[in-house]
């Protein structure tokens, strides 16, 4: 688990980032923190005005949270394929959360997952979609309708969840600049 101050290097360091990129400079990244230099998996989400705006993630890295947290801001404002790149005139209207993952774990039932600490990630073929774990709970989704819209996200029929999909689970630590960071 991040502390207060973690939490708020790495939400001004996604900030940071994606603030130069739109400024075309260069983002020098130092953390003195050892908790941030840990390797682990991370998603940043942003959000203009209460609505989602962009998120990407990766489930594993073999760099430090404090590298990490950059690429995965500037794919989140520029690459998301489902939005626009994000403009230098909306930064004023956008907010930054971070989700720094536990590891994947597969489960064989789904009476695993816990609504509100687990995300979701299900894979059948070449078919994959993942879920943060505070989906469910801001969407107020009960447990099956939570893996049919992770079945949907993977391009998967909304029940393909009841036929043989692989099922993994992770927890995440999320945190934001809209958020109280306990």
């Excluded at 739109?22 to 998996?41: C, N, P, T, V």
């Excluded at 990407?56 to 760099?63: A, C, L, Q, R, V």
């Excluded at 064989?108 to 059948?124: L, P």
Aim: net charge negative; charged share 30%.
């Amino acid at each position: 688990m991040l502390n207060e101050a973690e939490r708020e290097e790495l939400l001004n360091i996604a900030r940071t980032s994606v603030q130069s990129a739109l400024e075309g400079k260069a983002f020098d990244l130092i953390s003195s923190s050892e908790a941030l230099k840990r390797e682990g998996g991370v998603f940043v989400t942003l959000h203009k005005k209460g609505e989602l705006r962009g998120c990407i993630g990766i489930f594993e890295s073999n760099k430090a949270l404090y590298e990490t947290v950059p690429a995965m801001a500037q794919s989140a404002a520029f690459k998301d394929p489902r939005f626009s790149p994000l403009q230098a005139d909306e930064m004023e209207d956008v907010d930054f959360e971070i989700s720094v993952l536990s590891p994947l774990r597969e489960i064989s039932d789904i009476k695993e997952i816990e609504i509100g600490k687990h995300g979701i990630y299900v894979t059948k073929d070449f078919n994959r979609g993942v879920l943060l774990p505070q989906v469910a709970t801001e969407q107020g989704w009960d447990l099956e309708t939570f893996l049919s819209h992770t079945c949907l996200k993977a391009g998967l029929p909304f029940d393909e969840w009841k036929r043989g999909v692989k099922i993994e689970i992770f927890s995440a630590q999320v945190f934001g600049e809209k958020m109280e960071c306990n």
